[in-house]
T-cell receptor
Framework: EAQVTQNPRYLITVTGKKLTVTCSQNMNHEYMSWYRQDPGLGLRQIYYSMNVEVTDKGDVPEGYKVSRKEKRNFPLILESPSPNQTSLYFC??????????????FGSGTRLTVV | AQKVTQAQTEISVVEKEDVTLDCVYETRDTTYYLFWYKQPPSGELVFLIRRNSFDEQNEISGRYSWNFQKSTSSFNFTITASQVVDSAVYFCALSLSGSARQLTFGSGTQLTVLP
């Protein structure tokens, strides 16, 4: 089944403790992206990657890092999480260099709480 | 810059009522895509429909229908004979030229269908 898999689904952590949220897709998609969802704000893009070793900042990149060493994986790294990063996170992927006119597949989400 | 407005933050209806969720968008581009996503209480994003700016035909899918009107920059979503399982947050989104990098979400409408 074609899908984007995020792990973990739920995570509670403490301020300052480094964490990684994994994202993997099995569709050989070039484009991958991370979003955060906050009440009243919809989804906002954190980082995106056009292909292996090609990443760039989205609209809200502060406090996050990403890497794209393999086509299928796009982990989101929080080096020193803070409470304002408590949010619902989504990974997404698409073929065709980020053209989503034919489809954009989202993962199931990771609910992160930083205390 | 593009913008998507979902003015209805929360809507409550009683089961079997019809309900319309409003979506108004702003863009100066002539080529764009519009989307609706459903987010049930479990949190995942469920794709509902995609429409490009050159296709103003309205669409019906079972109890769901969409009314795209370029003249009023609106892409409204109607659920006929609502059911409790329709309770969710619904997001409207706009993508310029179908680009994921140019994807803007509305703030969402929380729909509650009461039994």
């Amino acid at each position: 089944e074609a899908q984007v898999t995020q792990n973990p689904r739920y995570l509670i952590t403490v301020t300052g403790k480094k964490l990684t949220v994994t994202c993997s897709q099995n569709m050989n998609h070039e484009y991958m992206s991370w979003y955060r969802q906050d009440p009243g704000l919809g989804l906002r893009q954190i980082y995106y990657s056009m292909n292996v070793e090609v990443t760039d900042k989205g609209d809200v990149p502060e406090g996050y890092k990403v890497s794209r060493k393999e086509k299928r994986n796009f982990p989101l790294i929080l080096e020193s999480p803070s409470p304002n990063q408590t949010s619902l996170y989504f990974c997404a992927s698409s073929p065709n260099g980020g053209f989503i006119g034919y489809g954009y597949t989202f993962g199931s989400g990771t609910r992160l709480t930083v205390v | 810059a593009q913008k998507v407005t979902q003015a209805q933050t929360e809507i409550s209806v009683v089961e079997k009522e019809d309900v319309t969720l409003d979506c108004v968008y702003e863009t100066r581009d002539t080529t764009y895509y519009l989307f609706w996503y459903k987010q049930p209480p479990s949190g995942e994003l469920v794709f509902l429909i995609r429409r490009n700016s050159f296709d103003e035909q309205n669409e019906i899918s079972g109890r769901y229908s969409w009314n795209f009107q370029k003249s009023t920059s609106s892409f409204n979503f109607t659920i006929t004979a609502s059911q409790v399982v329709d309770s969710a947050v619904y997001f409207c989104a706009l993508s310029l030229s179908g680009s994921a990098r140019q994807l803007t979400f509305g703030s969402g409408t929380q729909l509650t269908v009461l039994p």
